[in-house]
């Protein structure tokens, strides 16, 4: 396949909806000579914070010295951001050959009786096989959704994350933060360390789950913490300390916002942990992979004017993380906001958290079937100023004229809408 026929062939397999279930996969692995098995792997699950997190982690492996590969879902402009090796996107050509070789085997499943691979797993099969064939030592894999059922739960991990657990994707993983966080601990596996920054409930889920299957779990704010110092340049300076005697370390980190500190924590946690069996991972290997780290779309500070800040938040937690970041480093200039929210997210707590009566706001739809109504969200929205745009390009091009040169314009509530935001600016 080119890589525009294996974007034909993806956009067909959409019809396939979300199907949480292992059996497919796990065929489809056995069919293709098990390309998981051929490498070392981090699992990281979570509801915010996985994505920055699976970044930093692989920055600290590749800061060892270690061919390294990761695998994020959902891209922002392009699939290929999606498998990563050494720092550099799987090359279109790549991508289309990957998909066409995970392709072949898919009349097979289909045969069994175990129904068709959905886009998901098709594109995590082939992420496994590009590992596989490009000879990464370790791969850092993100799940797609939940964990316990995800894609990408058939891999044996040396080190599982679980960032944290809050309500979301409530139609697949359960209503409730204990039935969510038993899909995230879907990801422990029998003595494999256990790395987490979940709280209450979930944290009981997860140390249950943890000590059913043997495995030490280290829990952030009990066993290892970190804190804000001071900003150095374009990083925060972080102090991470593990336990209750060793020396905390500084670090800085490339990524802004008060919960890439946690983040942070969670990566440096997991690198010591691991660097116990893989010396080549040492502090000096965590600092330089913090200090260069790159996740686009978190928070990141677009060049130009208005001062333009791209944030993926979108879920209530997400968006509660942004507003403290804007009130902590925007110095009290007035904010615009570019929004668009799918439509099975908590719109109204999202916009209650996030917009004040004061902030100026233009409402578009992201690029998903998904996509919540503009109007619709915008009659959320307590504000003295609230416009709709037809498309994503005219609503930009009203948000700075709002914002002005000397304010700042924030766009978030999808990543399918920072990823568009974002192809319009580089391109």
């Known amino acids: 396949m080119t ?49 920055s997190t699976t970044a930093m982690l692989t920055s600290i492996l590749r800061s060892s010295g270690i061919k390294t590969g990761m695998y994020t879902s959902p891209h922002l402009s392009a699939y290929t951001e999606r498998m990563i090796v050494n720092g550099k996107e799987i090359t279109p050509d790549e991508f289309g050959k990957a998909i066409a070789y995970t392709s072949r085997f898919m009349d097979k499943i289909v045969a069994q009786g175990l129904g068709h691979p959905t886009e998901f797993e098709v594109l995590t099969a082939a992420a496994f096989y590009y590992f596989a064939a490009c000879g990464v030592e370790y791969a850092v894999i993100e799940v797609g959704l939940g964990g316990l059922l995800d894609s990408t739960n058939v891999i044996m991990p040396e080190i599982a994350v679980i960032t944290n657990v809050t309500l979301d994707h409530t139609d697949k993983c359960g209503s409730t933060v204990r039935e969510i966080a038993h899909h995230k601990a879907g990801i422990i596996k029998k003595n494999v360390p256990v790395i987490t920054g979940a709280e209450g409930e979930a944290l009981d889920v997860i140390k249950n789950i943890s000590q059913k299957n043997a495995a030490d779990c280290y829990v952030y704010r009990e066993d290892f913490s970190a804190a804000f110092l001071e900003m150095e340049g374009e990083c925060q300076k972080v102090m991470v300390a593990v336990g209750t005697e060793s020396k905390a370390v500084p670090f800085l980190v490339n990524l802004l916002g008060g919960h890439q500190v946690d983040n942070c924590a969670l990566a440096a946690m997991a690198a010591i942990i691991l660097g116990k069996k893989e010396r080549r991972i040492d502090t000096l290997a965590i600092e330089k992979g913090l200090r260069t780290v790159r996740w686009p779309g978190r928070f990141e500070i677009m060049p130009g004017r208005p001062t333009m800040i791209i944030d993926g938040a979108h879920n209530p937690d997400g968006i509660r993380a942004l507003r ?23 719109v109204k707590t999202m916009v209650t958290t996030l917009v004040r009566s004061q902030n100026k706001v233009v409402v578009v739809a992201p690029v998903s079937e998904r996509a919540g109504k503009p109007e619709m969200v915008a009659r959320e929205i307590k504000s003295e100023h609230v416009e709709v745009a037809s498309s994503i390009e005219e609503g930009l091009e009203r948000a700075k004229l709002l914002a002005g040169e000397e304010n700042i314009l924030c766009v978030a509530g999808s990543l399918y809408l920072i990823g568009a935001v974002r192809k319009i600016i580089c391109s």
């Open 3 to 51: 890589y525009e026929e294996s974007l034909t062939y993806l956009a067909n397999l959409t019809k396939f909806g979300i199907n949480l279930g292992l059996a497919r996969i796990e065929k489809l692995l056995e069919l293709m000579d098990h390309p998981e098995r051929k490498f070392q792997t981090i699992h990281v699950a979570g509801t915010n914070g996985k994505g």
């Open 324 to 346: 403290e970041n804007l009130d902590r480093f925007c110095d009290g200039k007035k904010i615009v906001f570019l929004l668009g929210i799918l439509q099975d997210k908590d």
